[in-house]
């Protein structure tokens, strides 16, 4: 047997029959769970929830194709419901989809589950899958994983099924059907309502303001009777990291996110909250738009690489929460991440020597920042500055607003901001990552890199069968990203909270996300 295997912190052996076979494969080595199989923990229903996120954008869409930060992926977690979940332990688990099964990894067959409805009493059925998925394939389409879903030729309803056809055969499938863009919404003539709050998950919005605040209420009709144990969400778009801190300490919420290191100690001794520092697949970048000059010469970005001081920032920016990364989005989590590849540290000398291949002496470049990005994002585009004047790199930092980041600033909308800051929570699968983020043409090539030998190989290595092949495939293209890609990579970075001690949370935290796994709305409860 053929074993495509998962490894590394929060992510546990999985084989390629397990992922074909779905929830057939439970009574084989209990890799896929059903509900109510983990180990039962005191949990009881009540209270508000309350969430302080730093992030949120008056800008945001219902549109699931647009979410593009913690805020809109959290409000989308508490009110719909995917095909798949990745559970805590990193395995597949099924959701709206009861079982899946594929004999060629071209053809895979979801059997829907029945007797779940939506918020407003409609009935699931496959037809609202079919609806759900289509929403962001074709050329019309404006979804963000629109990049991920292009090698499907085709998705129908059949009977209490759906059978999805690939062009190629892909493994991953059941991985990349977990994607938060992908939710479970109502179709109606085929096509979904992008503007409606209608779900099926464990909550109800009651009201919403984009990048201010969202209320939600629990679902009483939910499938589910596991999850959902809070009576109200209420979901607070908290940008500044002093304001959101403040709010954890006097109670106002719950729980934050992207706790500034320097305040762990005195937050700790407060004996309000408890501190979750959660290793997995995030890790904080800076694209250059690889169409522009000076950053579509390689040996510009090389020196750029190099001008970085990777362990100073892990120390100061993250305190230690996080790990030095090596231009690679691929990290320890995942099964194929390259360990062997030759790592770039600080180096002034050889930043100028890819200077001098470029033909230049000295480079001026601006790179715009906000704490929206990351936490300490500014802070961390000023260490660079620093670092990168001893090799004849002179770097300003454009600090720029944190509201409307993502839409004014990011993925370079008017051509004013070819080099910035930004941040990916990861994907449990490489596959996942690189066509997310680095093939041709996807949605969020954030740095709009091109490389023919990479875009071979990514289509190559989802039907490749030889386990040793596919992981030289997967680690050729770690290489092509690192030396020969347009983004800088400075660090990988924990997911790092700060949990009022009035919440209880589970004792193992899923690391393929924040938030554990954005599921805190469902799998956590009052203590």
């Known amino acids: 047997m053929t074993n495509f295997n998962t490894t590394g912190q929060g992510f546990a052996p999985i084989s390629r029959r397990g992922v074909l076979k779905g929830a057939a494969a439970v009574g084989a080595a209990g890799l896929i769970l059903p509900y109510g ?80 409805t939506f918020h407003s009493g409609k009935t699931l059925t496959p037809d609202d899958v079919v609806a759900s998925i289509n929403h962001h394939r074709g050329e019309a389409t404006t979804s963000a994983v629109k990049s991920l879903l292009a090698p499907t030729t085709d998705v129908r309803a059949d009977g209490n099924t759906v059978v999805v056809t690939l062009e190629a055969p892909n493994a991953d499938l059941p991985y990349l059907m977990t994607d938060y863009h992908i939710p479970v919404m109502p179709g109606i003539d085929g096509k979904i309502d992008v503007t409606s709050t209608d779900g099926c998950g464990g909550y109800i919005v009651e009201s919403f303001e984009h990048g201010v605040q969202s209320t939600l209420n629990r679902n009483p009709n939910y499938w589910k009777s596991d999850r959902a144990w809070f009576d109200r969400i209420e979901l607070l778009s908290i940008l500044d990291p002093a304001a959101r801190l403040n709010a954890l300490i006097t109670g106002e919420v719950h729980l934050i996110d992207q706790i500034d290191p320097a305040t762990i100690g005195m937050l700790e001794s407060r004996g309000v909250a408890n501190i979750l520092s959660i290793p997995g697949t ?54 194929y991440f390259h360990a062997e590849m030759e790592a770039k540290t600080y180096d002034p000398d050889k930043a100028r020597y890819y200077l001098q291949q470029a033909g230049l002496t000295s480079l001026d470049v601006t790179l715009s920042a906000a704490d929206a990005a990351f936490s300490g994002a500014v802070d961390a585009a000023s260490m660079f500055s620093e670092t990168a004047r001893a090799a004849g790199i002179n770097l300003t930092v454009d600090r720029v607003p944190n509201d409307g980041y993502w839409d004014n600033v990011w993925l370079n909308p008017n051509g004013n901001t070819p080099f910035c800051a930004s941040y990916w929570g990861g994907r449990a699968v490489e596959d996942h990552m690189f066509t997310t983020a680095y093939a041709s043409g996807a949605a969020w090539n954030e740095s709009f890199w091109e490389n023919a030998r990479f875009n071979e190989l990514l289509v190559a290595a989802r039907s490749e069968v030889s386990e040793d092949n596919r992981r030289a495939m997967y680690q050729e293209m770690q290489q092509l990203v690192s030396f020969e890609g347009s983004t800088i990579i400075p660090m990988y970075t924990n997911y790092v909270m700060g949990v009022s001690k009035a919440v209880s949370t589970p004792e193992r935290l899923s690391s393929n996300w924040n938030f554990d796994g954005f599921r805190c709305v469902e799998r956590w409860s009052m203590a």
């Open 37 to 116: 199989a983990t180990a039962a923990r005191a949990q009881t229903r009540g209270g508000t929830f309350r969430i302080g996120i730093g992030h949120g954008s008056t800008t945001d869409s219902l549109d699931p194709g647009l979410w593009d930060q913690l805020y809109v992926q959290t409000f989308a977690a508490a009110r719909h419901n995917y095909l798949i979940e990745v559970d805590s332990d990193g395995q597949l688990k099924p959701e709206i989809a009861e079982s899946w099964s594929s004999d060629d990894a071209s053809t895979w067959v979801f059997t829907i589950r029945q007797g779940v």
């Open 282 to 335: 995030g890790h904080y970048v800076f694209p250059m738009d690889s169409r522009v000059a000076p950053y579509n010469d390689n040996n510009v970005r090389l020196a750029l690489k190099y001008a970085i001081d990777r362990q100073a920032m892990v120390d100061v920016i993250l305190g230690g929460h996080g790990a030095v990364a090596n231009d690679n989005p691929i990290g320890p989590a995942n099964r």
